[in-house]
């Protein structure tokens, strides 16, 4: 199994940043497709961004591409999603996700963190 700890979020203002942390443990084959996941008050989980097992591609949503920046430090076993640029419509509980096929997708993640609370403030 693999363990997946979310640290990083808080309460932020508009316009501000975060940058989130990802750390993963446990037994794994390897490296791994690493995304982040968040929910809002009253919505579905959606996908925010993933990247590929080198950090060589990365994917987002719509909603925050240009502002969210994700990377990863496969020496420390970690992934980050750097947020800029936050807005209110950007608070959620985020959820980091691995997902251990080849590639990156916005679903079927195979293991998760139980999530950090992000606020953003008017």
């Known amino acids: 199994q693999v363990q997946l700890v979310e640290s990083g979020g808080g309460l932020v203002q508009a316009g501000g940043s975060l940058r989130l942390s990802c750390a993963a443990s446990?037994?794994?084959?390897?490296?791994?497709?690493g995304g982040w996941f968040r929910q809002a008050p009253g919505k579905e989980r959606e996908f925010v961004a993933g990247?590929?097992?080198?950090?060589?591609?990365?994917y987002y949503a719509d909603s925050v591409k240009g502002r969210f920046t994700i990377s990863r430090d496969n020496a420390k076993n970690t992934v980050y999603l750097q947020m800029n640029s936050l807005k209110p419509e950007d608070t959620a509980v985020y959820y980091c996700?691995?997902?251990?096929?080849?590639?990156?997708?916005?679903?079927?993640?195979?293991?998760w963190g139980q999530g950090t609370q992000v606020t953003v403030s008017s």
């Open positions: 996700a691995v997902h251990l096929g080849q590639f990156i997708v916005t679903k079927g993640y195979d293991y």
């Open positions: 446990g037994r794994t084959s390897g490296t791994y497709i």
């Open positions: 990247i590929s097992r080198s950090g060589s591609s990365v």
